[in-house]
């Protein structure tokens, strides 16, 4: 059956499920800026996209008859992209020549290997947005997770505008008010290639692509969005941890609540989005400990499920007042004076969602109901509750494997509606273990102090052995043959991150960066920042930028050539920046934007790009703006790998069951590969080219900076 008939009856069948969904008419979150969907929404949306399937029945059987003609000029039946983001090819090949990954050796022998260019910069936004379109950020328009407004100089989401705006009637004469509406917008630039493919009738199917939020709209295929899903409190997740200690400091990227055990017993309450009097709205639950048999109930709206100590529940329905969510909890402590319950960031419900989580409305819908309710906040994996302490290593790890599991499902379930076109599914679990165990692989990290360094010390070479294991089950469903092609890729590498660099306290100590009033510390978001005087800053993890008169609300630095010749002196002081504690080079380049991009959006991005030698990046209070007292400090949170350094130092992994045209490709050559291999004309603009056939074409530019790959082992790293 093909893949179009097979949803048709998918969609008929949501249409059915959407009966049973509650109502959800409430307001969420000014701060998250979304609207909660209606279940009357659902409901009418999903009778009326069956019943619209059943009328157009007619007119798509001609459509498709015409499709098949064109899908003569196909060069394959089927292609199949698994994305394990973050892995990494040095890893990879010392894991393969230590007979760790012998299935991943055998596709490399029989297809091809090489370690495939990322993107500049090389963080998971701007490269998978490349992969998308075939083009650099400077046509994408995505540069780092977060940019400044520069009307306000504030944080704001680099990928996704998601906000409320006032809803007017226009009379004519008068415009009458009459509440919210919900404004949800992807500022990702360009077209992913799906929406080429679905234009020319091949289907797609794509589950978890970073950056696909929200949920844009194709042809011929379905999509359930990944990175930059918010939660429903409208953050990128917000964990909760509830304690009979005493409350210790605020957590980054989460929330603490005191509760007190009275006999068997704790009750409290799960905080939720804003409701119409703009504060939080709650929903009570409760715990019950059976202190002989260390199990505990945990009872959440109408739902009551018994676990084990230090055992997650399945996802509970969250319900507050028009509109439900889930989570899982988790004892984390308890002994005979405290206990300590973990609750994870309250994700949107697939099964009633409160926005738009994919395309169409109703395939998170048909997931749910199909293969059970699943996470699908963008950053799953709690990494921050992990940071922070609330959990540890076995908690962290055991919810990332269930998540992978989760995601497997829906990838089986993708190949088995999609026999004909292309499958794309990415896991994010290989990039969220490596950044959270990556100080395992070093024992001089300044992050193992305090912490275990013993027990998960396997666990980097067993998640790249259970990912040799997992290649097996891909195959298997798969079933490669001429017609099929496989990929397995990712978005970049890794490297240990033993030091954190605050440029902003650079720039301050240089005179780039003033502070008010003579202050030596500046806060979060610029609190303290002078612009009158301020000629560059920094924000997020990957750039400079120079405060530009014009571009910048009070920018003080003249465009042209003022501007280049600042740039130019800034990047030659990185380039000579030492660590103080070990008299290392910092910077292995930084670029000059304009010299490697000329995009249309190359404008609005940093001036500088900062390519990090390997052990090194943006601090963490760097990322939020601030000017710390020192320029480097030592990095000491389970966060202890990254890839935000030179993307000639971190490549992803590009395995292939044919071989392929060059011995360097890149991951904007995905995009038109995947077009020629279906017979679709590959877009002027796209800066890749394809991978099978003679290689004619190739407009990138920023990709040229990117020679072979050279690895540097982890025991060089760790000397380092």
């Known amino acids: 059956m093909s893949s179009s008939r097979r949803f048709q009856r998918l969609a008929l069948g949501a249409g059915l499920v959407a009966l049973t969904c509650s109502p959800a008419l409430a307001y969420i979150g000014p701060g998250a800026g979304f609207a909660a969907a209606g279940s009357l929404l659902v409901l009418l949306g999903t009778f009326a996209l069956a019943f619209g399937i059943i009328l157009m029945w007619p007119i798509k059987a001609v459509i498709k008859l015409f499709a098949r003609s064109k899908r003569s000029k196909a060069k394959v039946k089927r292609l199949v992209i698994v994305g394990l983001d973050g892995f990494d090819p040095g890893l990879a090949a010392k894991f393969m020549e230590e007979g760790r990954m012998p299935n991943f050796k055998k596709l490399a022998d029989q297809g091809c290997f090489y370690p495939l260019g990322t993107a500049m910069p090389s963080i998971s936004p701007v490269a998978w947005s490349t992969f998308a379109t075939g083009v650099d950020a400077s046509r994408h328009n995505i540069y780092d997770f977060l940019t400044r407004d520069p009307c306000s100089y504030m944080p704001v989401l680099s990928s996704t505008d998601t906000r409320t ?12 008010p009459f509440g919210q509406r919900a404004v949800y917008k992807i500022r990702q630039k360009s077209q992913p290639f799906w929406k080429l493919l679905g234009q020319n009738h091949v289907w797609s199917s794509i589950l978890r692509v970073p950056i696909t939020f929200p949920p844009q709209k194709f042809k011929n295929g379905t999509l359930l969005s990944g990175m930059c899903v918010p939660d429903l409190q409208g953050t990128q997740g917000s964990f909760s941890f509830y304690s009979t200690k005493e409350k210790s400091a605020a957590h980054t990227g989460g929330q603490q609540f005191r509760i007190v055990r009275r006999g068997n017993r704790v009750e409290s309450a799960l905080k939720g989005p804003p409701g119409k009097d703009g504060l ?122 269930l998540i992978f599991e989760e995601r497997k499902r829906q990838l089986w379930d993708a190949l088995d509606k999609t026999k004909r076109g292309l499958v794309t599914c990415v896991f994010d679990t290989t990039d969220r273990i490596s950044h959270m165990f990556y100080r395992y692989l070093d024992p001089d990290h300044p992050a193992n102090e305090g912490k275990d360094t013993e027990r998960f010390k396997d666990v980097i070479p067993d998640l790249y052995s259970k990912m040799d294991d997992f290649l097996v089950e891909i195959q298997e469903k798969v079933g490669v043959d001429e017609e099929t092609i496989l990929m397995v890729i990712s978005d970049h590498g890794f490297c240990n991150f033993r030091r954190g660099v605050n440029l902003n306290s650079w720039l301050r100590d240089e005179g780039y960066l003033v502070l008010k009033d003579g202050k030596e510390v500046g806060g979060d978001w610029f609190a303290d920042v002078d612009w009158e005087k301020t000629r560059a800053f920094t924000l997020g993890l990957t750039g400079i930028f120079i405060n530009r008169k014009g571009r910048e609300k009070h920018g003080i630095v003249e465009p042209g050539e003022p501007l280049r010749e600042l740039a130019a002196e800034i990047k030659e002081k990185l380039e000579k920046l030492r660590d103080p504690k070990t008299g290392d080079p910092v910077i292995h380049e930084a670029f000059l934007t304009e010299q490697i991009h000329d995009g249309p959006y190359a404008d609005l991005a940093p001036e500088l790009l ?111």
């Open 610 to 720: 900062i390519g990090y030698h390997r052990g090194y990046r943006h601090s963490w209070d760097c990322a939020t703006g601030a000017a710390s007292k020192e320029v480097f400090t030592d990095n000491t949170k389970s966060w202890s790998g990254d890839h935000c350094v030179d993307p000639r130092l971190v490549p992803g992994v590009f395995w292939c069951s044919r071989s392929i045209n060059t011995e360097e490709p890149t991951l904007a050559d995905l995009a038109p590969t995947a077009l020629d291999l279906f017979g679709v004309e590959i877009p002027a603009y796209m800066q890749g080219a394809p991978l099978f056939g003679p290689r004619e074409r190739a407009t990138r530019k920023s990709t040229e900076l990117l020679p072979k790959y050279q690895h540097a082992s982890d025991e060089t790293e760790a000397k380092a």
């Open 280 to 401: 939080s709205m709650k929903c009570p639950f409760s715990a019950e400990f059976d202190d002989a048999n260390r199990r505990v109930t945990f009872t959440v709206g109408k739902e009551s499920v018994e676990v084990g100590f230090q055992e997650y529940t399945p996802w509970l329905e969250v319900p507050f007042d028009g509109v439900t969510g889930i989570a899982r909890l988790y004892i984390q402590t308890w002994d005979d004076t405290d206990v300590e319950i973990y609750c994870t960031p309250i994700n949107i419900d697939p099964e009633s969602p409160a926005m738009p989580i994919s395309h169409p409305f109703v395939y998170s819908i048909y997931l749910a109901k199909m293969l059970g309710k699943f996470a699908t906040l963008g950053l799953a994996e709690d990494t921050w509750a992990l940071n922070e302490r609330v959990i540890d290593e076995k908690a962290f790890l055991e919810q990332a494997w």
């Open 165 to 176: 705006v006032p809803r007017t009637l226009n009379l004519g004469f008068a415009k009458v």
